[in-house]
């Protein structure tokens, strides 16, 4: 077990909260439930923990967390509002720094998507490779049904739930020292 993970386990309940808080948007709820299920043995655990609370909580809550986070490249973004996480998962895309015409149909993407559905378009913007991609995602997704589109968002906060617990609870690899052959007759 790493140093953060054993760090989370053992200090205390409001400590741990403020910890888990960045990895589900704006959502201390979950984060303080979590808090009581310590303690976890690895990022997995932890990850699940954090998913099964959410899929536990019901619709109504669920819809709660999805209004939690900022649109793409929205309001929260021009007003400099967005959690750390999120600028940095929306700058890896270009998304802080769009053209102003695909800030504009982005725009209006976001607006249809609110509409349409009552909360924010959320995506796991570490499994999109580019702009291009995000926008045909956002196209089919608009026309989605409410039931597909609750459960997308599930699964896509489920990702990015995995990838923050990874980033903040799995040490970094460290590469392998380089080993020179053995050479046998210098064993015997």
């Not at 808080?21 to 990850?47: K, N, Y």
């Amino acid at each position: 077990m790493n140093s953060a993970l054993q760090k989370l386990n053992s200090v205390s309940r409001n400590v741990a909260i403020s910890m888990l808080e960045p990895l589900v948007e704006r959502s201390a709820w979950v984060a303080a439930m979590a808090a009581d299920e310590r303690p976890f043995a690895d990022s997995a655990e932890l990850a699940m923990a954090l998913v099964d609370l959410i899929l536990a909580s019901g619709r109504e809550k669920q819809l709660e967390l999805f209004r939690a986070h900022p649109e793409l490249a929205g309001r929260e973004a021009e007003e400099g509002s967005m959690t750390d996480a999120s600028v940095s998962e929306q700058a890896r895309l270009g998304l802080l720094s769009l053209t102003p015409a695909d800030a504009a149909r982005l725009k209006s993407m976001n607006s249809a998507y609110r509409t349409r559905f009552g909360h924010p378009f959320v995506i796991a913007l570490h499994r999109v490779t580019d702009l291009g991609t995000l926008f045909e995602i956002f196209e089919r997704r608009l026309s989605s049904t409410a039931i597909e589109e609750h459960t997308a968002t599930l699964a896509e906060i489920s990702s990015v739930i995995l990838s923050r617990t990874r980033q903040a609870f799995e040490p970094d690899p460290k590469p392998s020292p380089k080993q020179e052959p053995v050479n046998q007759e210098q064993l015997s």
